[in-house]
């Protein structure tokens, strides 16, 4: 009977690396047929939405693995399972809202999917034989995210930085949680975390306790301003799941929780008049020991000169969302191509020939439109510099248009500049992008 003897050790794992199993078989006489496959069975639950709300389908996919040279069989099954992987787009509850605006929390619908995994084997003694298949046995059950790993890290993932359960653990944003993320007053913004109870291979179990959350707020004197205020218990009325109902979940295993100053205004909480940045840690279930870092966000205005604020929504490497507001100078630049064709006129099948002057001779067939937005950032940090580089390099990023609307546009950057303070001192950035859709143009 074949067996694995090589897997991924954690049951977490990120779309975005090497998912490489090795089998071989136990049994001399099959490992010697001639036509021995071993077969490699990957299901996958994937959601989606429909008219009534949110369905699923089971997906197989089957690998036929030829013996190598040492009679394994060697399969990397990430290829496939990414293609069942997508970016959150959309808020669970509310299919037509941007998951940016979510009002408290969201589960994902893509972001987080079951991969299992089956091995069997075939095999015939003769050319012409009958083919004889192995029962395919389950040896392996995993959660994979919309995440990446690069190749020098190797092929163990540790997730265990993202579960909440300590002050020193992180929601799924490589932003260094030292940086203030900035925002105005009516921004946007979620942070996105995995939920509840994850159990490993080896038998034990992974504990992301996120049910409760304080949120504070400051002045400019770092004074706090009232009590510290119990911020959208991660509960099934708001939305959310609670960490200790979810086992290995995947719908309610990666939840969303708006932050943004304009999510917290949306969910019907005042934000303080004098407020110049707040606070927000997720906490353990009697509010007494702090289950995540503490993060920061610092409220500004649009600069004082006129510069429009540009706001960038895009994903991260960990498959979720970070935000950044460029607030200076900014530029919107249409760009505009079009394919011209010549036309005969004049009347030519009465009595004469005539024209008139106002008959266009070249004309324009096609015109394509397409709106470039060039922004800048004011002078930044270090951190901030070094998280800018997701964005730069992000395949999915949205422009905020001021009324609720989530715009997607094109990064058009071919390269990115890690600036120091040691290198740079003044650490500043220009970004260029396209919106995805072009104007629409009549033709003529």
């Given at each position: 009977?074949?067996?694995?003897?090589?897997?991924?050790e954690?049951?977490?794992?990120?779309?975005?690396?090497?998912?490489?199993?090795?089998?071989?078989?136990n049994?001399?006489t099959?490992?010697?047929?001639?036509?021995?496959?071993?077969?490699?069975?990957?299901?996958?639950?994937?959601?989606?939405?429909?008219?009534t709300?949110?369905?699923?389908?089971?997906?197989?996919?089957?690998?036929?693995?030829?013996?190598n040279?040492?009679?394994?069989?060697?399969?990397d099954?990430?290829?496939?399972?990414?293609?069942?992987?997508?970016?959150?787009?959309?808020?669970?509850?509310?299919?037509?809202?941007?998951?940016?605006?979510?009002t408290?929390?969201?589960?994902?619908?893509?972001?987080?999917?079951?991969?299992?995994?089956?091995?069997?084997?075939?095999?015939?003694?003769?050319?012409?034989?009958?083919v004889?298949?192995?029962?395919?046995?389950?040896?392996?059950?995993?959660?994979?995210?919309?995440?990446?790993q690069?190749?020098?890290?190797?092929?163990?993932?540790?997730?265990?930085?993202?579960?909440?359960?300590?002050?020193?653990?992180?929601?799924?944003?490589n932003?260094?949680s030292?940086?203030?993320?900035?925002?105005?007053?009516?921004?946007?913004?979620?942070?996105?975390?995995f939920?509840?109870?994850?159990?490993?291979?080896?038998g034990?179990?992974?504990?992301?306790?996120?049910?409760?959350?304080?949120?504070?707020f400051?002045?400019?004197?770092?004074a706090?301003?009232?009590?510290?205020?119990a911020?959208?218990?991660?509960?099934?009325?708001?939305?959310?799941?609670?960490?200790?109902?979810?086992?290995?979940?995947?719908?309610?295993?990666?939840?969303?929780?708006?932050?943004?100053?304009?999510?917290?205004?949306?969910?019907?909480?005042?934000?303080?008049?004098?407020?110049?940045?707040?606070?927000?840690?997720?906490?353990?279930l009697?509010?007494?020991?702090?289950?995540?870092?503490?993060?920061?966000?610092?409220?500004?205005d649009?600069?004082?000169?006129?510069y429009?604020?540009?706001?960038?929504?895009?994903?991260?490497?960990?498959?979720?969302?970070?935000?950044f507001?460029?607030?200076?100078?900014?530029?919107?630049?249409?760009?505009?191509?079009?394919?011209?064709y010549?036309?005969?006129?004049g009347?030519?099948?009465?009595d004469?020939?005539?024209?008139?002057?106002?008959e266009?001779?070249?004309?324009?067939?096609?015109?394509?439109?397409?709106?470039?937005?060039?922004?800048?950032?004011?002078?930044?940090?270090?951190?901030?510099?070094?998280?800018?580089?997701?964005?730069?390099?992000?395949?999915?990023?949205?422009?905020?248009?001021?009324?609720?609307k989530?715009?997607?546009?094109?990064?058009?950057?071919?390269?990115?500049?890690?600036?120091?303070?040691?290198?740079?001192?003044?650490k500043?950035?220009?970004?260029?992008?396209?919106k995805?859709h072009?104007?629409?143009i009549?033709?003529?």
């Amino acid at each position: 009977m074949a067996s694995i003897v090589q897997k991924p050790e954690n049951k977490i794992l990120p779309a975005y690396s090497s998912m490489v199993f090795v089998a071989t078989e136990n049994a001399g006489t099959l490992a010697a047929a001639a036509y021995y496959r071993y077969i490699f069975k990957v299901k996958i639950r994937s959601y989606y939405y429909t008219t009534t709300g949110v369905d699923y389908d089971d997906e197989t996919i089957e690998f036929k693995v030829v013996p190598n040279k040492e009679n394994k069989g060697i399969v990397d099954i990430s290829q496939v399972v990414k293609d069942y992987i997508e970016t959150d787009e959309r808020n669970y509850n509310n299919a037509t809202q941007a998951i940016h605006n979510v009002t408290k929390y969201s589960f994902n619908i893509k972001n987080l999917v079951k991969v299992e995994v089956q091995l069997g084997y075939e095999y015939a003694t003769t050319a012409l034989g009958a083919v004889t298949t192995g029962t395919p046995q389950t040896f392996a059950e995993y959660r994979v995210f919309n995440g990446c790993q690069q190749i020098e890290d190797g092929l163990t993932y540790d997730y265990t930085p993202h579960i909440l359960d300590g002050e020193t653990k992180s929601v799924l944003s490589n932003l260094d949680s030292t940086v203030a993320r900035k925002l105005r007053r009516t921004d946007y913004a979620t942070v996105a975390f995995f939920n509840g109870a994850f159990e490993n291979l080896d038998g034990t179990t992974e504990y992301s306790d996120a049910n409760k959350t304080h949120l504070k707020f400051y002045d400019s004197d770092d004074a706090q301003i009232g009590l510290t205020q119990a911020f959208h218990t991660n509960t099934a009325a708001n939305n959310g799941a609670p960490a200790s109902s979810t086992t290995n979940g995947t719908l309610k295993g990666l939840l969303y929780l708006g932050v943004g100053a304009q999510n917290i205004t949306d969910s019907g909480i005042t934000i303080p008049a004098n407020a110049s940045y707040y606070t927000i840690q997720f906490m353990s279930l009697t509010y007494s020991n702090a289950r995540s870092k503490l993060y920061t966000f610092k409220l500004q205005d649009d600069d004082c000169k006129g510069y429009e604020t540009i706001r960038l929504a895009y994903l991260n490497r960990l498959g979720a969302y970070d935000y950044f507001n460029f607030t200076k100078l900014s530029r919107k630049i249409t760009n505009i191509a079009r394919d011209n064709y010549t036309k005969n006129v004049g009347t030519w099948q009465g009595d004469n020939y005539s024209y008139n002057t106002f008959e266009r001779g070249r004309a324009v067939l096609n015109t394509t439109a397409i709106e470039t937005i060039e922004a800048h950032t004011d002078y930044i940090t270090e951190a901030e510099a070094a998280g800018l580089e997701e964005l730069f390099t992000s395949p999915s990023v949205w422009v905020y248009d001021d009324s609720n609307k989530w715009l997607p546009v094109v990064v058009t950057e071919q390269s990115y500049t890690k600036q120091t303070t040691a290198n740079d001192m003044l650490k500043q950035y220009v970004i260029a992008v396209e919106k995805a859709h072009s104007k629409r143009i009549q033709t003529s």
